[in-house]
């Protein structure tokens, strides 16, 4: 395991506070954290560590992982989600971000001798929810990240993602395990110190989220000023394709390698990357499966889809896979290690093995970069008003209500942001005398999405169609469905095999498009248009003409 022979990379250096310009090489890291190990004792315990960007924390941590406790990290111990969590949970030990140990409960807790480590799950989901994973998740994580990237004891990584994040934590593990250097910076990369620390230290590597990417766009980012560096790294939420490209070329232009990757808390964190050298041609791709793993996509019966561009659930097998979830302490005490980690996403394979997600499963959204299960907040809803129903896609969650109770619209619009740290326009409510149901006495989330968003999007529909006016779509009248790719798209003579998923497209383009394939086809516009290719929009649009 990377935490069990640090003293074997000797002097190196292994931690860099940038902030005091404190560090400490791997020899004096090993003894430190055995010291500290032998403290704690090896008594399997449940520890809860707030975790901050600096030496003191990384020792705490270390030494936890050698002496086996099963360690939650967290950001705050004066939040108010992590004091209720503390009351849930009654860890034996807490440790504050200054290093100083608290016992702070005697229970003896059962928990798996294979757990190790607790974290929230990615995004929000409203509901206090753990994933859990062993050593071995987040060892044979770390192996595969060192693999793809080519780490070395060479490397140093400038950090400023905080270590309770998967992503943060994951670039730690991968330095530790080959002996490389992770220097610790309490700046944004929008700040002028971050890259006097890059500079200072001769980083070999920094880590951004897409508004990173999107932020550096407006500043003098300037990759010349820095030879030290090898390579970069986006995660945390899609980038879109056309910054990909931007970044992907700009960094080629510097000898620097530019590196998409996806994952999920659930896998350790990391699932694939999409290699650099071939970003241009693919900008919308996760990539490929990390090494030792394995991505596959299912069909609604569950199978295996083998052929190209096909939509499926985005499945992932690997040695780091959760032991599965913990929403209560006697879930601590037992493995349900899935024998697929189902993503929620719907994505297709394309060739040299990479995937594109088209979509996400039905009753999971993505607001602001945070996955949110409608399932749970159907339950939240559910627990102030019995009859509720929840829908929703990527632009707001829809809450329909029957009229027979009393309703505040005002102070559950409240709740809910509070609870799901969302902004209150993205709850979208209406009433309803009887809620829309399916002949299976189901409700009809579809139906129910529909009248919510119809009250809600009168102006986004002006919008729209003020777009397709200021690009003179909705005067055409088009020869064909490629001939309107080929303008919303600035391509000339896409293939007929080619769809909007595999072209050179982004968001914009895809409201340009959705505009105007809804003129040409009305209600014939397939449901998931941008799978289908030309050839299959033309054979529609030839059809819907004639008649």
Avoid at 45 to 63: C, D
Avoid at 333 to 345: H, M
Avoid at 383 to 394: E, F, I, N, Q, W
Avoid at 472 to 484: A, G, T, Y
């Amino acid at each position: 395991m990377f935490f069990r022979e640090l003293s074997k990379f000797g002097k190196n250096i292994a931690l860099i506070d940038c902030r005091t310009g404190r560090n400490i090489n791997y020899l004096d890291l090993d003894t430190t954290t055995e010291e500290l190990a032998k403290q704690l004792n090896q008594q399997k315990e449940l520890v809860f560590i707030e975790i901050k960007n600096n030496i003191q924390s990384v020792i705490n941590y270390l030494a936890c992982l050698k002496t086996n406790k099963v360690i939650y990290l967290l950001d705050d111990l004066k939040d108010t989600k992590t004091k209720e969590l503390i009351k849930q949970y009654k860890p034996n030990l807490i440790i504050n971000g200054q290093g100083e140990i608290q016992r702070f409960s005697e229970t003896a807790h059962t928990l798996h001798d294979q757990l190790i480590l607790l974290l929230s799950t990615s995004g929000t989901t409203g509901t206090a929810k753990f994933v859990k994973l062993s050593a071995t998740n987040l060892h044979s994580n770390a192996a595969s990240i060192v693999e793809y990237l080519n780490l070395s004891e060479t490397d140093i990584a400038l950090a400023h993602l905080k270590l309770h994040y998967s992503y943060g934590l994951s670039i730690l593990h991968s330095h530790l395990l080959v002996g490389a250097t992770t220097a610790f910076s309490d700046k944004s990369i929008l700040e002028d110190e971050f890259w006097a620390h890059l500079q200072t230290y001769s980083a070999t590597s920094f880590a951004g989220v897409p508004y990173t990417f999107e932020a550096l766009l407006k500043t003098n980012f300037d990759l010349q000023k820095y030879p030290s560096l090898r390579y970069i790294t986006q995660a945390g939420g899609k980038l879109e394709a056309p910054l990909v490209k931007q970044y992907v070329q700009y960094s080629a232009e510097n000898n620097v390698d530019f590196f998409v990757m996806y994952g999920q808390t659930e896998a350790a964190p990391r699932i694939s990357y999409l290699p650099p050298e071939l970003a241009m041609e693919f900008p919308g791709a996760i990539g490929r499966a990390i090494p030792n793993g394995k991505l596959l996509l299912l069909n609604d019966d569950g199978e295996e889809i083998s052929a190209l561009d096909t939509s499926g659930e985005l499945a992932y097998q690997g040695d780091n896979v959760m032991m599965g979830y913990a929403q209560s302490v006697s879930d601590l005490a037992s493995d349900e290690t899935p024998e697929l980690l189902l993503t929620g996403d719907i994505a297709c394979r394309t060739k040299h093995d990479l995937f594109y997600i088209v979509g996400r499963s039905k009753r999971f959204v993505k607001l602001f970069g945070l996955r949110v299960n409608l399932d749970d907040v159907q339950s939240f809803v559910h627990s102030l008003y019995p009859h509720s129903a929840v829908a929703g896609d990527d632009r707001y969650i829809s809450i329909g209500l029957e009229k027979a109770q009393h309703i505040d619209e005002k102070k559950l619009k409240e709740q809910l942001s509070a609870q799901y740290a969302l902004p209150e326009d993205n709850f979208k409510i209406k009433t309803f005398d009887k809620l829309p149901l399916l002949a299976s006495d189901k409700y009809d989330y579809k139906k129910i999405m529909e009248e919510v968003q119809h009250d809600a999007t009168p102006f986004i529909n002006r919008v729209l169609s003020k777009i397709a006016d200021i690009l003179e779509l909705n005067d055409n009248q088009w020869d064909s469905i490629s001939s309107l790719f080929s303008k919303a798209l600035n391509v000339n003579e896409p293939q007929p095999e080619a769809s909007f998923n595999t072209l050179n497209s982004d968001s914009l383009s895809f409201v340009y498009l959705s505009v105007e394939l809804e003129q040409c086809l009305g209600d014939d516009l397939p449901e998931h248009w941008q799978q289908y290719s030309i050839a299959e929009l033309d054979q529609i649009y030839a059809t819907v003409r004639s008649n």
